[in-house]
Nanobody, 116 residues
Framework: QVQLVESGGGLVQPGGSLRLSCAPS????????MGWYRQAPGKQRELVAT???????TYLNSVKDRFTISRDNAKNTVYLQMNSLKPEDTAVYYC??????????WGQGTQVTVSS
């Protein structure tokens, strides 16, 4: 399967910022959309933000005013700028790539911990 390489996770204090990055390890053609999901302990995986190749974006309601998703189509890279982080944002964040065929590919996950 396509390997997605994630970076940018870490430990940050409440109110701080992090920027996550994700890109395929090799060139991928006909990407339909890329996005980010997260899973906190004891909870189901949830959509955080997605960005389609057509330019539309979607966000989890609780992060709409704080997070921004963006894509560099030339590099097949997706970013998630996370500002005003809260302890409830603590989770493993997974990068997702949806191919035009409808097949999904997932990154290994990067830990984001928001704690004082």
């Amino acid at each position: 399967q396509v390997q997605l390489v994630e970076s940018g996770g870490g430990l940050v204090q409440p109110g701080g910022s992090l920027r996550l990055s994700c890109a395929p390890s090799t060139t991928v053609f006909n990407i339909y959309a890329m996005g980010w999901y997260r899973q906190a302990p004891g909870k189901q995986r949830e959509l955080v933000a997605t960005a389609s190749s057509g330019g539309s974006t979607t966000y989890l309601n609780s992060v709409k005013d704080r997070f921004t998703i963006s894509r560099d189509n030339a590099k097949n890279t997706v970013y998630l700028q996370m500002n005003s982080l809260k302890p409830e944002d603590t989770a493993v964040y997974y990068c997702n790539l949806r191919h035009s065929t409808g097949r999904d590919y997932w990154g290994q996950g990067t830990q984001v911990t928001v704690s004082s």
